[in-house]
């Protein structure tokens, strides 16, 4: 965050010049740190609202770091939303004094981070994940996120209330759905452990009864030391795991590397943290998204 200070400086100037934002009949400007965050305010506010995610189609959110026009942009919003809990810790670091924040993670009990293990390759930036972040892996979790959206905007918006709940309703339902469809399908697996390329699914198992063994840790920068690797190994060759995952943000090189040297295959796992230019051409979403992972995910844990 080397540039952070400068940016900082700009938010506090941006904040004492700019009038207060009040919603207009042009609608609602909402700015989102990172793509869940803005595929749910968008289901919400429907056409109520611009919604612009700060974190560019194809960037990892662990690495972006905003511009001053990203700064500009939510200074200027009616509605800022982040994450929280070290997966967007530039948003954090922001004062914002006319635009309404949603700190997301502030409204949930969090999981542990559980990053400090290898301490070979520990350094002070793993701090920030004391605890874990990837609450919208759980669709449950994600419902609430929808509804926290959804109550912040009918405050902002009072004139509108009743549609933002409608669409919060309707998208709970989608997402709810959703988690009947993993609770199905992976009710019955043969194995109950995967390997994935950093530890983004630690909901995702909990929810449904799954073991996470995760190559990096909670940011996929926390490379593995030489000793976990051949751990994950020995562990994927006790427990015949024939499948390890990658990621669509981030180099596959590790995970490939580990399926060579155990004689399994790569999937894709995504924690949805941000979708490629083609996904988005392509019309892919947050559900499409999780759908094709519970289909990996009933391969790898030989669901019936």
Known sequence: MKKFTALLSLTIFLSACAPASTPSDEGLTITASFYPLGEMARKVAGDHAE????????????EYEPSPKDIAAINESDLFIFNGAGQDPWAEKLELENTTIIHMTEN????EGGDHDDEENHDEDEEEHEFDPHIWLDPTQAAKEAEIIAEKLMEVDPQNAAIYQANAEEYKQELMQLDAEYQQTLSACQKDSIITAHAAFGYMASRYGFNQIAIAGLSPEQ???ARKLAEIADLAEEEDIKYIFFETLTSPRISETLAQEVGAQTLLLDPVEGLTQEQMAAGENYVTVMRRNLKNLAIALECQ
Do not use: K, R, Y
Request: zero cysteines; aromatic letters at 6%.
């Open 108 to 111: 949930f009990s969090l999981l």
């Open 51 to 62: 919604v612009i995610t700060i974190t560019p189609a194809g960037s990892d959110p662990h």
């Open 223 to 225: 490379e593995p030391s």
